[in-house]
């Protein structure tokens, strides 16, 4: 399985001789083989131990790229390649890489450019006024509008479970209740708050400017050109693509999006996604709490293994889903999981990334 995917990552010497290449290929590659298959086979039993006892509950995938090859390929709970993953708000990232590419095309002029004027066709809106006029692309995609919308607040008038219930997902959001005292930090950022609703809102944006369904756009402009085959998109009762969340994808096709992340928004050799949007989605733009930090509709956060602290930007889901990167190490993982809504569930992934993962990719000698 993934021995082989290991040997193809590996190169052999170039500076041998002629008359000493075949007898030192066939040395190297007795000790490659030997290196991978004790690599591999390592972080498989680390992985199925782990995994046996509990420690990581309905895990159902676990990819490693390094070097831009699939170093660790493992299936957990009956599935297996082929399966769609449901790492629900993971797909969010995705609806950022749109905009990225939206902007790029001169569909929708800047992050800063006033979301509800996309949504002239919704009005009127209730709550309508200069405060929610003023909410902006970049706004949503930092978790930071003024819409009175927080998923951890039960309370909140745009909590998401609200929103699943409405026929028209759209014309809820738009009449969404702002902020009382709503303020701009020096930096021109609201306050922190995870608002699924935002980023469909966002999705809605992406539709109007691009003169298309969404998820033809994200299939003609992304999927298409990572040559993703299969996908599933969760809608509203009348037929909205629902861009927050719970878009189905396969664990190889989303360790194919955290690779063009890795490459700067390239895809062999073609690039799909602008590098100045990667760059400005991979950066800090809000703190989230004490130990995550916010780009654009993508988290960042500090892990820590016993050879050091690595940063890594990531996705993240209901049920302990991520899909990281590592820059530094130039790798990632992809963790698919269902243990929805459940406590602990990211503070298990993390410790499976901390004490199992990252170890063999960082603790071991090149």
């Given at each position: 399985?993934?021995?082989w995917?290991?040997?193809?990552?590996?190169?052999?010497?170039e500076?041998m001789?002629?008359?000493?290449?075949?007898v030192?290929?066939?040395?190297?590659s007795v000790?490659?083989?030997?290196?991978?298959?004790?690599r591999?086979?390592?972080?498989e039993r680390?992985?199925?131990?782990?995994?046996?006892?509990?420690e990581?509950p309905?895990?159902?995938?676990?990819?490693?790229l390094?070097?831009g090859?699939?170093?660790?390929?493992?299936?957990?709970?009956?599935?297996d390649a082929?399966?769609l993953?449901?790492?629900?708000?993971?797909?969010?990232?995705?609806?950022?890489?749109?905009?990225g590419?939206?902007?790029?095309?001169?569909?929708?002029p800047?992050?800063?450019?006033?979301?509800?004027?996309?949504?002239?066709?919704?009005?009127?809106?209730?709550?309508d006024?200069?405060?929610k006029?003023?909410?902006?692309?970049?706004?949503?995609?930092?978790m930071?509008?003024?819409?009175d919308?927080?998923?951890n607040d039960d309370?909140?008038p745009?909590?998401?479970?609200?929103?699943y219930p409405?026929?028209?997902w759209?014309r809820?959001?738009?009449?969404?209740p702002?902020?009382a005292n709503?303020?701009?930090?020096a930096?021109g950022?609201?306050?922190?708050?995870?608002?699924?609703?935002?980023?469909?809102l966002?999705g809605?944006i992406?539709?109007r400017a691009a003169?298309?369904?969404?998820?033809?756009?994200?299939?003609?402009k992304?999927?298409k050109?990572?040559?993703?085959?299969r996908?599933?998109?969760?809608?509203s009762p009348s037929?909205e693509?629902?861009?927050g969340?719970?878009?189905?994808?396969?664990s190889?096709?989303?360790?194919?999006?955290?690779?063009i992340?890795?490459d700067g928004g390239?895809w062999q050799?073609?690039?799909v996604?602008?590098?100045?949007?990667?760059?400005a989605?991979l950066?800090?733009?809000?703190?989230a709490?004490?130990?995550?930090?916010?780009?654009?509709?993508?988290?960042?956060?500090?892990?820590?293994?016993?050879?050091?602290?690595?940063?890594?930007?990531y996705?993240?889901?209901n049920?302990?889903?991520?899909?990281?990167?590592?820059k530094?190490?130039?790798a990632?993982?992809?963790?698919?999981?269902?243990?929805?809504?459940t406590?602990?569930?990211?503070?298990?992934?993390v410790?499976?990334l901390?004490?199992?993962?990252l170890?063999?990719?960082?603790?071991?000698?090149?």
């Amino acid at each position: 399985m993934t021995l082989w995917k290991c040997l193809a990552a590996q190169r052999v010497p170039e500076e041998m001789t002629a008359s000493h290449r075949v007898v030192t290929v066939g040395v190297a590659s007795v000790a490659i083989l030997a290196a991978c298959a004790v690599r591999a086979g390592t972080l498989e039993r680390a992985v199925r131990e782990a995994e046996g006892k509990g420690e990581i509950p309905k895990l159902t995938s676990v990819l490693v790229l390094k070097d831009g090859k699939t170093t660790y390929e493992g299936y957990f709970g009956g599935t297996d390649a082929e399966t769609l993953q449901d790492t629900r708000s993971a797909t969010k990232s995705i609806t950022s890489l749109a905009a990225g590419i939206a902007i790029a095309e001169g569909r929708i002029p800047s992050v800063s450019s006033p979301a509800f004027a996309f949504l002239a066709d919704l009005k009127p809106f209730v709550h309508d006024g200069a405060t929610k006029s003023a909410i902006t692309v970049e706004d949503l995609l930092t978790m930071s509008s003024a819409l009175d919308c927080d998923d951890n607040d039960d309370q909140s008038p745009g909590n998401e479970e609200n929103m699943y219930p409405k026929q028209v997902w759209a014309r809820w959001a738009v009449d969404l209740p702002v902020k009382a005292n709503y303020l701009r930090d020096a930096a021109g950022r609201g306050p922190f708050a995870y608002c699924t609703a935002g980023v469909f809102l966002l999705g809605q944006i992406i539709q109007r400017a691009a003169g298309m369904r969404v998820d033809r756009y994200v299939e003609e402009k992304l999927f298409k050109p990572l040559g993703i085959a299969r996908w599933q998109w969760p809608t509203s009762p009348s037929g909205e693509v629902m861009t927050g969340g719970g878009l189905r994808l396969r664990s190889r096709d989303l360790a194919a999006l955290a690779q063009i992340l890795l490459d700067g928004g390239r895809w062999q050799g073609k690039q799909v996604v602008p590098e100045s949007w990667v760059n400005a989605a991979l950066a800090m733009h809000r703190k989230a709490n004490e130990s995550q930090d916010y780009g654009y509709l993508f988290w960042r956060r500090d892990y820590n293994t016993r050879c050091g602290r690595f940063s890594g930007w990531y996705m993240a889901g209901n049920g302990g889903n991520a899909i990281i990167i590592f820059k530094d190490l130039d790798a990632a993982v992809v963790v698919t999981r269902a243990n929805y809504n459940t406590k602990g569930m990211h503070q298990q992934t993390v410790r499976l990334l901390e004490e199992y993962v990252l170890p063999e990719l960082a603790c071991r000698p090149a």
